[in-house]
């Protein structure tokens, strides 16, 4: 059984960082690909980046192409977010997902349905 925690969430001004850390234990294998959603209040989840735990590809969405950078230490189970120029609209809670969609593909690889395990979430809050 894969436990995911997330940490590393908080309040910044548009414009700020912060880095979100999940860490992963329970199990040796989480599967082949970890990703970080987000949902803010009345929308749906939605994918904004992901991870091949194997070969490191790493897939975004396009709203935060070149603001989030993904990355893994897996000496330490461990997955982050790092994100830049953070802006009001990335508001929302932010789940750190493991799971086994097939590879290659960023459709499947961004469906929340692909991954079996969630942490509990994060709170990211940017304001104006």
């Known amino acids: 059984h894969v436990q995911l925690v997330e940490s590393g969430g908080g309040s910044v001004q548009a414009g700020g960082s912060l880095r979100l850390s999940c860490a992963a234990s329970g199990a040796i294998d989480v599967g082949s690909s970890m990703a970080w959603f987000r949902q803010a209040p009345r929308k749906e989840r939605e994918a904004v980046a992901a991870i091949d735990t194997g070969g490191g590809v790493s897939y975004y969405a396009d709203s935060v192409k070149g603001r989030f950078t993904i990355s893994q230490d897996n000496s330490k189970n461990t997955v982050y977010l790092r994100m830049n120029a953070l802006k009001p609209e990335d508001t929302a809670m932010y789940y750190c997902?493991?799971?086994?969609?097939?590879?290659?593909?960023?459709?499947?690889?961004?469906?929340?349905?692909?991954?079996?395990?969630w942490g509990q979430g994060t709170q990211v809050t940017v304001s104006s």
């Open positions: 997902a493991a799971g086994d969609p097939v590879p290659g593909i960023v459709a499947i690889i961004f469906r929340a349905d692909e991954y079996n395990y």
